[in-house]
């Protein structure tokens, strides 16, 4: 089983960027399509990117399309989520997760949860 751990999140000002970082155990990583969620006090886990085993591929969910990108990297077992012109409305804990398939985009899809990185953005 492939364990993640995220860093990255903090506190910053609307129209900064942050870049996060999910680190995966094991020598499976490439074999997996990533995702990343979030999760907002009082909301439920909302879906924000995928990408293929290959980066090849990449999905978004519309409210961050132009602004975050998901890439990874093999070699380093790592997936990254690079966030630009942050927004108050993106403050949430950042969780990523292994699923079977890029087209992935609801939660029960997901495995192997992340312990989460907390991005916090002032207006």
């Known amino acids: 089983q492939v364990q993640l751990v995220e860093s990255g999140g903090g506190l910053v000002q609307a129209g900064d960027s942050l870049r996060l970082s999910c680190a995966a155990s094991g020598d499976t990583f490439s074999s997996y399509p990533m995702g990343w969620f979030r999760q907002a006090p009082g909301k439920e886990r909302e879906f924000v990117a995928v990408i293929s085993r290959d980066g090849a591929s990449t999905l978004y969910t519309d409210s961050v399309k132009g602004r975050f990108t998901i890439s990874r990297d093999n070699a380093k077992n790592t997936v990254y989520l690079q966030m630009n012109s942050l927004k108050p409305e993106d403050t949430a804990a950042y969780y990523c997760?292994?699923?079977?398939?890029?087209?992935?985009?609801?939660?029960?899809?997901?495995?192997?949860w992340g312990q989460g990185t907390q991005v916090t953005v002032s207006s």
């Open positions: 997760a292994v699923t079977l398939k890029y087209t992935a985009i609801q939660g029960r899809e997901y495995d192997s």
